[in-house]
């Protein structure tokens, strides 16, 4: 289901209580004439064969619901009379619009659904905007924002709105629009540009999926962003991610090298350039010179993460490398052998990591009141567990 979102205010008693007729001018060049930029819009997706299934018209007890009537042919005068009479008294009720509602869907060629919203004064009414708002879209429903016109505090609203459909239903937000009656020129008659405010869409997206790929690992939430302009990155991404989130640290160095790489070219996309130092800062770690390097550069960005089983992990394998020379670091029989020699020749950090991977792996109830009593505090845990990595980096650098 496609659904177009809109608001409707009150205009200023000096503009005779209705909004100005402009011709809205679209991207395309098309343009048509109204006071109301949701008709706009409308026409506009009917020009480009994408008519919606149903406009969502949001407003107060107090918005010029009676102006939206004058669009139709007025046969219902009790229903005209009932809109002007609560239109004056501030408190139109949700009987009336939900037979405005019916009246309008013939004009205007689409379903048409008004639905009283508060004006959002405080936080209570901020709240109640947004689930009215979800309230009335379907799981998985297209929404296309129209933040023109009502409250200057609305668009804000709607913007919070689209985080919100995103995780409660599943939505596809497509498009955000704005009439600019504040940019008309001085034609005449005057004509106003339509801004699309995607650019806001899709910085919004960076916003959630960017710390949840860093906090999970789950670098493959990003490759969406990519896969139509830059194909390879968005593959390499994949398959950073489950390299990454198995333990392949070798694998996982070879395709943050190759991530790095496609980032050093610039993105068309504006809101992936802005991030894209912020990305490249991420895959740091790749630029260390050895396995163990990698290790321990990964086990202190699995502890900043909040992974502390994979970075206790990390920091245990890279005790075994720091035991290598760099060109037998990842050799696996070279590997079961330094193994071997460490747990004959333990100190207290490698015990320590070895019964905290034991507990951590296999919920073993530890006898070691160190452990026990680091297992109760994640902060002297993730704290214990930079140190040692500190440690580590610190004799690899010595070394």
Known sequence: ???????????????????????????????????FFMQALLEYRKHIQRKPDLVLVLGTASSMWDALLEQTNLDDLDLVETLLQENKAGAVSTTTLERLSSTLSDPFGVKIKCVLIPAGRNNLEQAEILRVIAEQVPEKATVCFDVTHGYRTLPLLELLSIFYLIQTRNATINEIFYGAADMRNDENPPVAPVIRLDFVKDMLEWLTRLPLAEETGRYDQLAAMFAQERPELAEALKQHSVQLRTNQTVSAHKSAVKIVALLDKPFDDPSAELYRPILQRKFNWSRGVDLAEW??????????????????IL????????????????????????????????DADDELLLALRNCLAHADRPKNK??????????????????????????????
Not at 3 to 15: P, Q
Not at 391 to 397: A, F, G, I, P, S
């Open 315 to 346: 920091l245990r394998e890279a005790r075994i490398s720091l035991a290598l020379p760099p060109d037998k670091q990842t050799k696996s029989k070279e590997r079961e052998q330094a193994n071997k020699n460490l747990n004959k020749e333990t």
């Open 370 to 399: 160190q452990i026990r009593d680091l297992l109760q505090d994640e902060q002297a845990l993730a704290k214990k567990l930079n140190r040692i990595a500190d440690k580590l980096y610190q004799q690899r650098k010595d070394s």
């Open 1 to 35: 289901m496609e659904i177009l979102v809109t608001t409707l205010g009150k205009a200023r008693k000096d503009d005779g209580g209705r909004y100005n007729t402009l011709n809205y001018r679209f991207e395309d060049g098309f343009e048509f004439a109204s006071s």
């Open 295 to 312: 290790q321990i550069l990964s086990a202190k960005a699995a502890v900043r993460a909040g992974d502390l089983l994979r970075a206790t």
